[in-house]
């Protein structure tokens, strides 16, 4: 129904920042704003864990507590893209980070990152001390 390609992954100094994008390509025209889009990350030997989701409007977003005031998630409805900036960046976020999307947009389940049932392939990120 939907791919997702993330793109923007680097190596960056602790304390610095990198901003990630994921085009979304949607089977049907005009249909991008049915998915609400998150992110992920999988750090070496661990679980992929939730970062951050945005609503299908962009009006509402959503982080997990380790990455709040550091991390903005937002899209773009006209280009039909979803972006991931991250400033202070510390070496514990280095993970594969993956770009999600779910047709739900169901508040609890956004912030949980729950329902995300649409992945890409992910992107490195790297973070040095």
């Known amino acids: 129904q939907v791919q997702l390609v993330e793109s923007g992954g680097g190596l960056v100094q602790a304390g610095g920042s990198l901003g990630l994008s994921c085009a979304v390509s949607t089977r049907s025209p005009f249909t991008f704003t049915r998915y609400a889009l998150g992110w992920f990350r999988q750090a070496p030997g661990k679980e992929r864990e939730f970062a951050a989701s945005?609503?299908?409007?962009?009006?509402?977003?959503y982080y997990v507590d380790s990455v709040k005031g550091r991390f903005s998630v937002s899209r773009d409805n006209a280009k039909e893209m979803v972006y991931l900036q991250m400033i202070n960046l510390k070496p514990e976020d280095t993970a594969v980070y993956y770009c999600?999307?779910?047709?739900?947009?169901?508040?609890?389940?956004?912030?949980?990152?729950?329902?995300?049932?649409?992945w890409g392939r992910g992107t490195q990120v790297t973070v040095s001390s």
């Open positions: 999600a999307a779910t047709t739900l947009d169901d508040a609890a389940d956004l912030e949980a990152g729950r329902a995300f049932d649409s």
């Open positions: 945005v609503s299908r409007s962009g009006a509402s977003t």
